[in-house]
């Protein structure tokens, strides 16, 4: 039997994360939890924890902060995948430095800084999570997609990937010993997964059989509400009302990325640097937008 990559994983309490993390004891990996302290007090942090632990992951505290446990961590495995949110993480060039030393597989984490490094990589490109801004169809303060009018943001035709994390989580764990992916980006934009915000108006009016009403917003009063919202009892910009300021900004920017994406869902992949997901898998299952 061939012998699993031991893998390590940071981040393991996101949604993201926690998905890798079952994903990799699935597939029997040796799997490893680098953990903050913190986590264990957390009631939903610590139930993620002990569902792993149950599983045989192994729980390892530390932190990407703490350059000793990391490269204490690093020590214990073959590969490193970093599911951590760009906000949070901050990986230290020196902690780099000593993760090539101690020869990691691969490390997920900011480009220039691995690439400098010489360290092997993979990275997994995907654009959004389905739970996050496809269940209102991108209608920032919404939970549910409306029923009476749509607010598209530019001209509604640029297309975005929309992947379910466990599916995310699956492609992630199949490229870890595939040796195509090595120093390579694996690109996540299967067919059913890639839509306009335009294309998705028209595939709930079908669901619902009724047309709906369309507000264009131009990308300059786009950002002009991006600038104001974090201030504002309006968060949105949109009428709707609400006391999550900073969830808003993070949702009006991610809205502002969705009419702007045409890099990520719409270019030639050059081989060699890159490969697509289903070309190392043909036969992977995922879940599509359209779910009948």
Known sequence: MEKKSRILIVGATGKLGFEIAKASLQASHPTYALVRDSAFSDPLKSLKLQSLSDSGATLLKGSLQDETSLIEAIKQVDVVICAVSLNKSSIRSSSLRLSNKLG?????????????????HTYICCN???????????????????RDKFTIFGNGNVKGVFMKESDVAAFTISAVDDPRTLNKAVHLRPQGNVYSMNELVELWESKIGKKLEKIYVPEEEL???????????????????????????CELRCTDAVKDIRSHAEFEIELLFGLEALGLNTDAKYVTVDVP
Do not use: N
Request: a positive charge; hydrophobic letters at 30%.
């Open 104 to 120: 990691v597989s691969r490390k997920a984490e900011i480009r220039h800084l691995v690439e400098a490094e010489g360290i092997p």
């Open 128 to 146: 959004y999570f389905m739970s996050y801004l496809l269940p209102s169809i991108v209608q920032p303060g919404l939970k549910t997609p409306p």
């Open 223 to 249: 950002l002009k509400k991006i600038k104001v919202c974090e201030l504002s009892k309006d968060p949105y910009g949109l009428g709707r009302k609400s006391s999550q300021s900073y969830f808003s900004s």
